[in-house]
């Protein structure tokens, strides 16, 4: 089925909740492609990077910045999905046409009963050290690739908590995490949300909802792709990846390349992934 572009009320809903959920946008036919390269992908295993929790649990992702004609490359760069990340991120004055960047992807491996949890954080958090200055023009897009549901830990927000703008972040073992603080001031009137979503649905997130994950104790993974985007005038003037993609304008390719354009799994060379050496809190 052809994807649509969002409707007035979805845009509104997203800028009120800080996130919108889009059932369905990701058919079974393309989740399962997306699943069945991603499972075997050796530059996936090669370059992930595991973040342990706070009791110990590891977290593993494999993150990287240019979007090729991957699998991933594919659906990060496609039509409908560029065109609503377009209607929902802030135009700066004088920014017109069509400026949407890939900042970075990531896929996020929850192996069953040992997948680890995430503090609660906002991604500009992390973003705001490397000196982007607008995170109205800051969001992500988690694409489910497995059905992730409370107990494989899926992901939960505070409802409106962009509205608050960024609030303190300091390390919490390994990861990076929001003043637990004003995270309880939040909690006192904003709704918790468990974000529970079928595989190929689509959740757009604000970059400065506050959001976190449990552990998985369930025996099913919980796998997903998270694609960050930014405008093109919205510098990174401390980022730290080698390529220009945060400020590069997307290479947007119709919907139907995820099905119909030969493609396979990440090619080491060309996407330029985060080391594992690499300072995650930069993620
Ligand atoms: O995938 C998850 O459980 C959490 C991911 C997350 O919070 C992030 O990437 O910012």
């Known amino acids: 089925m052809a994807k649509q572009l969002l409707t007035p009320a979805q845009i509104q809903q997203y800028h009120e909740d800080g996130y919108l959920i889009v059932r369905g946008f990701y058919d079974e036919e393309e989740v399962s492609r997306l699943y069945r390269i991603a499972v075997d992908d050796a530059a996936i295993s090669k370059h992930a990077i595991n973040v342990n929790d706070s009791t110990g649990k590891r977290s593993k992702l494999s993150l990287w910045y ?37 900042y970075h992807s990531k896929l996020m491996q ?90 190929g649905d689509a ?41 220009s993609a945060s400020i590069t304008p997307i290479d947007i390719v119709p919907d139907d390349a995820l099905l119909t354009w030969e493609t396979a799994g990440l090619a080491e060379s060309d996407a330029d992934f985060l080391s594992k050496e690499a300072d995650v809190s930069l993620k």
Request: glycine share 10%; net charge negative; aromatic share 10%.
């Open 66 to 102: 240019k979007p090729g004609d991957d699998v991933y490359g594919l659906l990060t760069r496609g039509e409908t999905l560029v065109g609503a990340v377009d209607q929902l991120l802030e135009r700066q004055r004088g920014d017109e046409g069509h400026s949407v960047c890939h």
């Open 110 to 199: 929850k192996e069953p009963r040992v997948g680890g949890a995430w503090e609660w954080h906002q991604d500009y958090g992390y973003w705001y050290k490397n000196e982007f200055l607008f995170p109205e023009q800051m969001m992500s897009v988690m694409i489910a690739v497995t059905d992730a549901n409370v107990e494989n830990g899926c992901l939960q927000v505070i409802r409106g908590s962009h509205k608050m703008g960024r609030v303190e972040h300091g390390f919490s073992g390994e990861q990076v995490g929001a003043s637990q603080k004003y995270v309880d001031l939040a909690l006192k009137t904003m709704e918790h949300v468990y974000v529970e979503l079928n595989a």
């Open 203 to 243: 959740l757009f997130f604000h970059s400065n909802i506050l959001h976190r994950s449990e552990a998985n104790v369930s025996d099913r993974a919980r796998w997903s792709l998270i694609s960050c985007y930014n405008r093109s005038a919205n510098i990174g003037y401390n980022e730290s990846s080698s390529s």
